[in-house]
C-alpha cells in the first residue's frame, strides 16, 4: 500500500473548536484554472476625501460631522443591522417557525485618519492605539451585551465598500452561532480535560512547529490544523487571557508588531493589498474555559485575481481547500517581514 | 410599545434542517451600495468551441476525446478533489489532529451538447433528460458511496470555470458536514413527531403561503423561512420521496417544467444569467425520515452586478441578511414565466 502523505492523498480533518469537518485534496492545485479573475487592485486611494463618510471632517449619512481626529475614531454605524430597541417577535407558533428578538448596536472604527494606508502600512504605535480603542469598546460594549463581534473586512473582494482602513462592532442581545459553536467545543473540552482547548493547541502547535507562521514572546500565529481557507491564520496568546480588555501594556505592544509582521507577510505574498475578514473571539462574563483569539479568513488562492471560491460542494456539502495547512504555513513562514511597497533593505 | 413588523425590525430566524440561525436586517436594504460592482455578465458564448474540454468531440486534459454526444454527457472529472483510492492518513496521535480517510469520484455531467444554453432556455423534455441522467448517477454511485453530492456552480461569480451548461457530482466515502447536520435534524425531528421534518414542513408552506413561489401537482418551490441568500430557495416534492431514482415519470416530467418555471424567474429577476450554486440532498439508503429536496443558493441582492457578500460578520459571528423571506418570495412570485430574452407573448 502506498504511504499516506497529506500533500499527495486526500483526506478529511476535523475543527474540534468550531465542530466542523474539512475535505484537503492538495493534488488539486495542478489543475489549471479559467475561470473568474478578479478586477485588479490597484487603485489609487486619495490620504483624504472630504466626501468619504469615514474621513476626519467630513459629513455622513446621517448629518453629523467627524471632529478632525488623528487617531482612532469610533461612531455608530449609520446603516446598522442591529438596533437597540427592536421589538420582539413573540412565541412561535410552530417548532419549524421561531424567530426570536435580537437586538444590539453597530459602530465602526476608523484605524487611521488617512485613507491611503492599511495596518501594515501603519506603525508599531499606531497599530498599538487600535488595539487600545478594540479592547475599550469591548469593556464598553461587553458590559451590556453578551457578545461582542469585532471584525474587519479588507478589500473589495470581502464585501468592503469604503476602502478607508477600518473595521465594524457588532454587539448582539444573543449569542452568534458561530460564537455558540465554539463556546460548547470550549466548555467541553474544559470539562473533560482540565484546561482551556486552544491553551492545549497553541502549546501543541509550539511543539510541532509545521504550521507555525510566526511566533513573539506574548503571541502565536499558525494555520490551523483544519484551515478552511487557503492562507488562513489563527493568533493566539501564549498565556490564558479571556478578553482584549486583560491584555497588558507588553502584550498590547507586542500584538501591535506580531500584527504588522503577519500583515505584511499577507500583503507580501502576491505583492497586492492582501483581502480578508480576520475578527476576534473572546469569552463573556466568567467563561474561564475561553481564549482569546483572531481569526483571519483571506479568500486569495493563487495570485492577487484568482481566489478560492466557496462554492457547490462547499456550500451543500463540505469545506474543501486545495493546498495543505502545512504547505501555506511553510509559503507564509518564508515571506519577508518588510513590506513589499518598500523595497528591499 | 411598537408592534413587530419582520420587513421593519431586526429578528433572528432558526434552521431546524441545518441547525443554524440568521439574523434578519430587512431595514438594512435602505443604505446605499458604495462596494464592489462585479463585471457584467454579458459575455457572447460560442455554440461550439473544440478547445472547450466539455464541449462535443473536444480533447480534455487527459487526451481522451468526447463522444459526440447528443444529449446529456456523463465523464470523470480530470481533477477530482477526490479520488477511490487514497491511503488511509493512520491513527490521530492527538483529540485536537484528528484526520481521517476521504475516498470517492468525481463526475461532470453536461447538460446539453451546446454552450450557449442554460437549463431556463432549454426545453421542458431536454431538463427531463438531466433529471433521468441525475437519477441514473445517483442509482450508480449510491450504491458505492454513503453520499452523492449534485451540484451545479452557476455563472463565473459562482467559481464556475466553463460556461458550458453542466453540474458536478462528487460521491464520496464520508458523510460531508452539511449531511450530517441535516441528518442529525430530520432524524430527531421524526422520533420526536412520527414524521419527517421537510413533509410537515412544505405542509405549513402551503398553509401559510407567504413565502411560496412555486407550485405544481407534484412539487413546492419556496423561500424557506429560514432563507440566508437574498434570494436562496427550496424545491421540494409533495409527496414523500427519499431520492431522486424513486420519482415516477409524471414527476420527472412536473420537475423540468417547475424548474423551468424557477430558473426563469431568476433569469428575469435582474435581467440576467442568474448565478447560483444548487445541489441536491437526498436520502442515503433506508433513511425514510429524509424528504429528497434541492438548495438553491443564489448571491445576488440588489442587481445584475450587485451581490450579497457573506464577509466578516457572518464568517465569524452568524449569517445576516438585508430582506425578509416573505419579500424575497413576494418578488419572485411577481416575476413572468417567460424568460425576459424571448420577449413577451
Ligand atoms: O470544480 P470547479 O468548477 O473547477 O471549481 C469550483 O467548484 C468547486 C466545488 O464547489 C470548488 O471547490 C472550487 O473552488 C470552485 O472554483
Ligand atoms: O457593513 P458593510 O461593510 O457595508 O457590509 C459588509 O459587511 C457586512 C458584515 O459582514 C455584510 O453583511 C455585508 O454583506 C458586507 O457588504
Redesign the pocket.
Known sequence: ATAFRASEHQHIRYNPLQDEWVLVSAHRMKRPWQGQVEPSLLKTVPRHDPHNPLCPGATRANGEVNPHYDGTFLFD?D?P?LQPDAPNPGPSDHPLFQAEAARGV?K?MCFHPWSDVTLPLMSVPEIRAVVDAWASVIEELGAQYPWVQI?E?KGAM?????PHPHC?V?ASSFLPDVAQREERSQQAYQSQHGEPLLMEYGRQELLRKERLVLTSEHWLVLVPFWAVWPFQTLLLPRRHVRRLPELTSAERDDLASIMKKLLTKYDNLFETSFPY?MGWHEAGANWDHWQLHAHYYPPLLRSATVRKFMVGYEMLAQAQRDLTPEQAAERLRALPEVHYSLGQK
Do not use: E, L
Request: charged share 0%; proline share 0%.
Open positions: 454605524n446603516f443591522a453597530c465602526v471584525f473586512n470581502m464585501g468592503c465598500s469604503n465594524q457588532w475578514s
